[in-house]
């Protein structure tokens, strides 16, 4: 089995403070690339070359990563990274994803009033970013940091919900979802041709916060229950 190909260059300048978090986004932002294989070993001294720190906040980062469901430890072979989700982990990672989040909308429509304002940002950065990546795809190519600079304004969206649900348990849980949200796109390559239809749906959304709490858990299950639809279609391809 091939190692994994790190392309995070050297960085001598990483700071004692905070080490262990700027390890894991690093080794995080390598995970979610296009350029890694599943199944590749995670080689806790060579990412320790390649970032220039000790093993230990590498070791750190890989136990975290461990929880995300991103990468699997075998024992005594070290870590590897995750294969793709199977149809059945998909199907778990939607129901999961529905009841948080259909529950987190609904809790951070009690702020409706100071979340609506970001919502409407974060869904025009949303709809700029779609006007790039359609520009793209026609030109060819979409590059690999346009796409996952759309990922990041995609779920910019749903990270604002939960933050506006103002409780740092269901901010917590959503990190666990979020990377899940990533691999999946990764496996079953979705998550862009359908970004037309994501903004509709996150305007939807927004625009059932006017309505109260119900209503905007429904469009946020309508719409999570609309990308289940797409990923299966992808999934089969």
Known sequence: MVDAVFP????????????????YELVLDMLLSSGIEPGARL?????ARDLDVSPTPVRE????????????RVTHKGYRVAPPLADDQLE????????????????????????????????EQHVEMTARVRAAASAGEIPVALLR???AVDWNFHHLIFEGTRNPFLLDMSEGISTRVH???QTVETGVTDADQAVV?????????????????????????????????????
């Open 92 to 123: 778990s990672l939607f129901d999961a994803r529905i009841v948080l989040e259909s529950g987190a909308t609904a809790l951070a429509a009690a702020h409706a009033d100071e979340l609506v304002p970001a919502l409407e940002v974060a869904l």
């Open 183 to 185: 691999r999946m796109r």
């Open 8 to 23: 995070l260059g050297a960085s001598s300048s990483l700071e004692r403070r905070g080490l262990r978090d700027r390890v």
């Open 149 to 151: 600079e759309y990922f």
């Open 61 to 72: 980062a890989l136990v975290q990563l461990e929880r995300t469901g991103l990468v699997t």
């Open 43 to 47: 080689s806790i001294d060579a990412i």
């Open 201 to 237: 749906e996150h305007r939807a959304i927004l625009d059932a916060f006017s309505e109260g709490p119900d209503a905007a858990a429904a469009a946020m299950r309508s719409h999570i229950e609309l990308v289940r639809t797409r990923a299966r279609s992808d999934a089969e391809h």
